[in-house]
């Protein structure tokens, strides 16, 4: 262990010190610097965990085992129409197709529709569209990562509906409710899980019902298929293209969500950033403000420890530092009121077949992460050009100025 | 050291000017000094004379235009800023009229300072720290912070950090400009007794004709220039 620490790395102490020690006479354009980097902050984590909550929300929806086959070349369910001539084709080959088959042989597959649908919320009375998903007995049990968390699932051509927890606690939605949707009541059969993923923001019912209830007979937009693993997608697609009656695509439900969440998540980053940055420039100059107020403010003691003999490393080092734990403490109270106002918050946008998707916002360690060096990057740019004035200042004149 | 009987300061053909108004204003057009080591040299003159740009100089705050200027063995006027740091953190210590203390600091933080700049132990500057306190009739106040303390005090602890790190040389820019006749004699003394006891080479820059009766000599300086030099009684 040295027993002496270097002259300079003393030096260097002794002028952060003397400079933290001499925060409480700039109290207030010190506590407005840091204000202002928890700002930036704050604003950057938002957005940040806004994307990242919808992402979360979207990919947890998705799976690569599963299929999805659109008709009439669309990427979205919305716009897309499946004849029931290529499921009755589809359902004719006997060959591997790349898809798990039942007992019976037949291909584990779910046909859907999405209809939206407007419901009242319980909390403000305000209508909201959400989807109301056809599909057959088969749907729930393709998909990965849900599960019946209270009551059952919809019996065949009946008018019930199980609803995600998420719509569930927003809606009222209890067990044996009867909620009108379009021109028929529909009774809550059962409550599904799933991790929070953009699934539990949809109303789940038999296809029939749904179809009968909306005039939508023969409708199929979308078939979803059951892979034998990932890689087998390309088989069935190869499969696909023998078919020449519509155009179909077949892509894997983790593609499928990625890509609806990739457009709006970088939507969100796209006004998110350019705001940050913004009122980034604007600390950072508020930063400079303050840090220019320290050097002036400490003008003779800096003179008198230069004329002293201390290097001018020490004083920049003093200035510089003296910015960097303002910014420090600004990210810090940013980050804990990004964490306690966002980590959790419902949020909702129009996803995908324009209906309702809730998500929760996510303030993750990469969310604080960035956002806080964003936040320190102000106090490392703003404190190094009055950190230069500091090594500058003329100790001669300083030297005769009353301390 | 100086060799043989070389002067311990010696200023030769010392030049000076300042831009004002982007008119160069001279200040020293050929001065020349010799000091010896162990004098007590008070300089006087009216404002504008240049007494603050010689202390400057001789501190190695400011550089001269033309001219030499050694102390001891050290050129100044050859050296770099960086040089002229270290040298002053190593050879001489400097007493300014408003203190210039750390108000953050304690008064025996504040006189440790200079130490800093040395190679020493925690314990090694606490010692030394402590016995300069004592030397100027502190001690006991070393937790104290200059706030507290009045400005003879004050200018104690000045002292005390000027001669902590026991430099051969003391500057001291108008010791006594900002205090009572009382603290001032008292302050005066404290130098006197550095001088006389502890051979200390101090060069005081002064208005007050009573302080300079405390120097071994006072130079007068005007236009730039020394007009009379004389011995102290």
Redesign the interface.
Known sequence: MP??MS?HS??AL?MIR?NL??LPRRRAISASMALSVALVVCVLAGFLSMAKGFETALAGAGSPSVAVVLGGGTNQEAGSDIPAAVIRTLDAMTGDLGVIRDAGGKLLASREIVVPVDMRQVTDGASRTLALRGMDLAGPSIRDGVALSAGRIFASGALEIVVGDRLADEFGLGLGDVVRIGAVDWTVAGHFSAHGSAFESELWADLDAVRSAFDRQGQVQSLKLRLTGPASLTLLQDTLATITQVPLAAVSEADLYAAQSGRTASLIRLFGWPLALLMAVGAAAGALNTMMSSVSDRT??I??????????LSAFLGTWIEAIVLAAAGVAVGLIASWLIFNGWQASTIGANNVRMAFQLAVTPDVLLTSGLLGLAIGILGGALPAIAAIRLP??AA????? | MTQGNEPYIALSGIKKAYRIGGEMIPIFSGLDLTIPRGDFVAVMGPSGSGKSTLLNMLAGIDRPDGGTLRIGTSHLDQMGEAARAAWRAHNMGIVFQFYNLLPMLTAAENVELPLLLKPLTRKERRLRVERVLDLVGLSGREKQYPALMSGGQQQRVGIARAIVSDPGLLLCDEPTGDLDRKSADEVLEMLRFLNRQLEKTIIMVTHDPQAALYARRTLHLDKGDFIEEKRAA
Do not use: D
């Not at chain 1, 003179?303 to 001018?312: I, M, P």
């Open positions: 027993i002496f002259t003393r030096q002794v003397t020690s001499s003779v003691e003179a008198a420890v230069r004329a002293l003999g201390f290097s001018r100790l001669t030297l005769r100025t009353r301390g």
